[in-house]
């Protein structure tokens, strides 16, 4: 193995341990299944090891982390033969408790985001759940920023009436 | 705009989400077999072209005992001129005596069958002549005949200067031979 490829080994590895629980989390929060997740972020990781031997700069590579999974995520439910699960009964899958505590995690924000629209719902889970900000919303769902903006601001108010109706119920 | 804020706070993740610890092994190997199979790909090609040319080298290679330079038919034709010039007495005995209908050996030689292998080695036809001409050819043949022998076996298969070498000094020996006899008979 030479030392280009040994660099480009390291780099991976810089990667994986930086945004693998990201990346993790990301797949998680919408697949909602560990071991597909998993799958998810290893095809990400190495699509970007992929990416690093074409000589992309660094910079782009973190552009292009985020897009791949989101890519990998839409992929996942378009190939996956859906079989409706209810939430409850999902829960029975998670076995140790770290698991448990995570899927209860997963559980409680489908459960504020099932009534908005899938759109309002997506930008919402990319603002608050997996921290980018507006600009990189708005390139990763190809839309203008003040779209992203409007559209993250009326699933808040949205949600907020839903409390209240609930009565605090959450 | 608190509520506003509560709610985005309600929207945080509230638990640490771990990948398992096989992630980043799982992902190494992965990566590192990517990387090894390519050098054998380009590797092979290479190979397999290199065995295909020794093939070929080794089938069109000429055989080793056929010899292409001229030189060396130059010296055979020089060796057969002198073998006319030492033995002038003996072609006259010959003339003499009445001359021999030619024997199997000079008749395959001089008309090549067809059946025949071109590529025949000169070493096992030399060696052949020795052994049959006492039994069917007691007396010599006529230069003629051998000086045909001679050129139908260099349009043939051109021998060795060995063979040309021995087939003379058993000649020799046997004319002694010859001569001790008639001698003794005396």
């Known amino acids: ?170 | 705009m608190n509520e506003f804020e509560d709610i985005e706070q309600l929207l945080k993740p509230q638990c640490e989400f771990k990948a398992s610890d096989t992630l980043k092994q799982e992902v190494l190997e992965k990566a590192r077999k990517e990387v090894r199979p390519h050098r054998i790909v380009k590797m092979w090609p290479w190979l397999a072209a290199a065995c295909v040319v020794g093939f070929i080298i080794m089938v069109l290679m000429p055989p080793e005992t056929t010899t292409e330079n001229p030189a060396e038919g130059n010296q055979l034709v020089a060796k057969v001129e002198t073998l006319k010039v030492e033995t002038p007495k003996a072609a006259e005995d010959q003339q003499a005596e009445p001359t021999p209908e030619p024997t199997n050996v000079s008749v395959e030689t001089s008309q090549p069958s067809k059946a025949a292998s071109p590529r025949r080695k000169p070493r096992q036809v030399m060696k052949e002549k020795p052994v049959e001409a006492p039994q069917e050819e007691p007396v010599q043949m006529s230069e003629e005949t051998r000086m045909e022998l001679l050129l139908a076996s260099l349009n043939k298969d051109v021998p060795k200067m060995e063979d040309i070498d021995t087939a003379e000094e058993i000649r020799q020996m046997r004319m002694r031979g010859e001569r001790l006899t008639s001698m003794c008979n005396f």
Request: neutral net charge; aromatic residues 8%.
């Open chain 1, 1 to 170: 193995m030479n030392k280009e490829t040994e660099q480009m080994l390291a780099e991976l590895e810089r990667i994986v341990v930086e945004r693998q629980d990201w990346l993790f989390r990301f797949a998680y929060m919408r697949i909602g299944i560990r071991e597909d997740a998993e799958d998810v972020v290893q095809e990400v990781l190495l699509s970007v090891f992929r990416r690093l031997r074409e000589k992309a700069s660094v910079d782009s590579v973190e552009q292009y982390v985020i897009r791949a999974v989101s890519n990998a995520c839409t992929d996942y439910f378009r190939r996956k033969t859906l079989t409706i699960v209810s939430l409850e009964k999902a829960g029975q899958v998670a076995v140790s408790v770290s698991d448990r505590q995570i899927h209860d995690e997963f559980v409680r924000i489908n459960r504020l985001l099932d009534t908005l629209p899938t759109e309002q719902a997506e930008i919402v889970r990319l603002k608050c759940y997996d921290d980018l900000t507006f600009k990189q919303i708005a390139e990763l769902q190809d839309i203008p920023e003040a779209t992203a903006k409007s559209r993250y601001r009326y699933a808040i108010m949205h949600i907020q009436q839903e409390i209240k109706k609930k009565g605090d119920k959450i």
